[in-house]
């Protein structure tokens, strides 16, 4: 920690119980804080993971029931904002934000920042209004497209000039991010390209293969290591049933344990995102020095300079795809993209640098 910023009393409240969405954030945010000397207080449901994590990590935690904006809930948690001195406090499940701001308040917190994850607007109606004028100090978001929209879909709650970008970082230090775990899909030595479920469309996953074979031979070239399971994949296998050439080109990533360990098993990364949300999947791609391919929509653009860290195209052209998949056949130009990826995500996108803006705010 940076001796010259002081240590602050800094509180997490979030009683979801939903990890990938809402208690992720919150606990590797709060974790980092207090490596760096921090005094971090979790406020937390005990059946969710964020409860579990934490305490094993050894963070302070109290537990709560999930916020219903209760009086009982409201009282309990100023009590206890204001015995443990907390001068910042965290709040982002939308769930919580009423309950938590009102607390704050009434504990005399006088930073509560909200941090918003999801691309939809907040409602506006007049308690959520009356929130956002008097308690809410900060807004922070995980990309500057879902900044864009959550101002335009917010009713004019909050001045714009309050909210702040702040991306996911990635943890370059993390076991699993070093992890050079992989698992070796090919037969031929062809051009391995990773794709998600997760992110795109089944319609779209079948129309390229389809281009790639019918067009010319060179889909002979090109093997899918195909991440995720669910009823995209059901649908997927399903549609393919009958087409057994393109089931050749075809292979389910059933062994790996992280998204690292996917990232470190294949050549290129495609994703067909368009969320405004982060782009969490492209951090490990890049981590792992991987070139990627991305629609130019969404958060994809703050992440991905084209034709330098990978390329970006116009949303469906699939035909875009197929031609730079055929141009990263070249392993020079796989290397020189995959390198300037790794080197962006280290002076942009670790977590390094998302903590030491967090710590501006909490002085």
Same mark, same amino acid.
């Given at each position: 920690?940076?001796?010259?910023?002081?240590h602050?009393?800094?509180?997490?409240?979030?009683?979801?119980?939903?990890?990938?969405n809402?208690?992720?954030?919150?606990?590797?945010?709060?974790?980092?804080?207090?490596?760096?000397?921090?005094?971090?207080?979790?406020?937390?449901?005990?059946?969710?993971?964020?409860?579990?994590?934490?305490?094993?990590?050894?963070?302070?935690?109290?537990?709560?029931?999930?916020?219903?904006?209760?009086?009982?809930?409201?009282?309990?948690?100023a009590?206890?904002?204001?015995?443990?001195?907390?001068?910042?406090?965290?709040?982002?499940y939308?769930?919580?934000l009423?309950?938590?701001?009102?607390?704050?308040?009434?504990?005399?917190?006088?930073?509560?920042?909200?941090?918003?994850?999801?691309?939809?607007?907040?409602?506006?109606?007049?308690?959520?209004?009356?929130v956002?004028?008097?308690?809410?100090?900060?807004?922070?978001?995980?990309?500057?497209?879902? #900044? +864009?929209?959550? %101002?335009?879909?917010?009713?004019?709650?909050?001045? /714009?000039?309050?909210? =702040?970008?702040?991306?996911n @970082?990635?943890?370059?230090?993390?076991?699993?991010?070093?992890?050079?775990?992989?698992?070796?899909?090919?037969?031929?030595?062809?051009?391995?390209?990773?794709?998600?479920?997760?992110?795109?469309?089944?319609?779209?996953?079948?129309?390229?293969?389809?281009?790639?074979?019918?067009?010319?031979?060179?889909?002979?070239?090109?093997?899918?290591?195909?991440?995720?399971?669910?009823?995209?994949?059901?649908?997927?296998?399903?549609?393919?049933?009958?087409?057994?050439?393109?089931?050749?080109?075809?292979?389910?990533?059933?062994?790996?344990?992280?998204?690292?360990?996917?990232?470190?098993?294949?050549?290129?990364?495609?994703?067909?995102?368009?969320?405004?949300?982060?782009?969490?999947?492209?951090?490990?791609?890049?981590? #792992? +020095?991987?070139? %990627?391919?991305?629609?130019?929509?969404?958060?994809? /653009?703050?992440?991905? =300079?084209?034709?330098?860290? @990978?390329?970006?195209?116009?949303?469906?052209?699939?035909?875009?795809?197929?031609?730079?998949l055929?141009?990263?056949?070249?392993?020079?130009?796989?290397?020189?993209?995959?390198?300037?990826?790794?080197?962006?995500?280290?002076?942009?996108?670790?977590?390094?640098?998302?903590?030491?803006?967090?710590?501006?705010?909490?002085?």
């Amino acid at each position: 920690m940076d001796e010259n910023i002081p240590h602050s009393r800094v509180g997490f409240y979030n009683t979801s119980t939903s990890w990938n969405n809402y208690q992720r954030w919150p606990y590797e945010v709060a974790r980092v804080l207090y490596s760096r000397g921090h005094q971090v207080e979790v406020f937390t449901a005990d059946r969710g993971r964020l409860y579990a994590k934490a305490r094993r990590y050894g963070l302070k935690i109290h537990k709560f029931r999930k916020s219903g904006f209760l009086p009982f809930d409201i009282f309990r948690l100023a009590r206890s904002l204001k015995r443990k001195q907390i001068t910042t406090l965290f709040i982002n499940y939308q769930g919580d934000l009423k309950t938590g701001a009102l607390a704050a308040h009434m504990a005399g917190v006088h930073n509560v920042i909200y941090r918003r994850g999801t691309v939809s607007g907040v409602q506006g109606n007049l308690i959520n209004r009356w929130v956002f004028k008097r308690f809410i100090t900060t807004v922070i978001t995980n990309s500057d497209a879902n #900044r +864009s929209r959550l %101002v335009r879909g917010s009713h004019n709650m909050f001045d /714009p000039a309050s909210t =702040r970008v702040i991306y996911n @970082g990635l943890n370059l230090k993390g076991r699993h991010t070093l992890s050079e775990s992989q698992h070796n899909y090919r037969s031929n030595g062809e051009l391995m390209v990773g794709l998600m479920t997760s992110d795109m469309h089944p319609y779209r996953l079948l129309h390229l293969f389809e281009i790639l074979r019918r067009e010319d031979k060179k889909a002979e070239h090109f093997r899918f290591l195909i991440h995720g399971n669910g009823h995209v994949v059901r649908s997927l296998k399903k549609q393919l049933r009958e087409q057994p050439e393109l089931q050749k080109m075809l292979v389910w990533d059933t062994r790996s344990r992280h998204l690292v360990e996917f990232m470190n098993s294949v050549d290129v990364f495609v994703t067909g995102s368009t969320s405004n949300d982060f782009n969490h999947p492209l951090m490990y791609a890049m981590a #792992r +020095s991987k070139p %990627v391919i991305a629609y130019a929509r969404g958060s994809n /653009p703050e992440i991905i =300079r084209n034709n330098e860290t @990978g390329f970006l195209l116009s949303e469906g052209d699939v035909h875009g795809v197929k031609q730079k998949l055929e141009m990263l056949r070249d392993p020079d130009l796989r290397v020189r993209l995959g390198r300037k990826a790794r080197l962006t995500l280290e002076k942009r996108f670790n977590m390094e640098h998302s903590i030491n803006q967090i710590e501006e705010l909490i002085r």
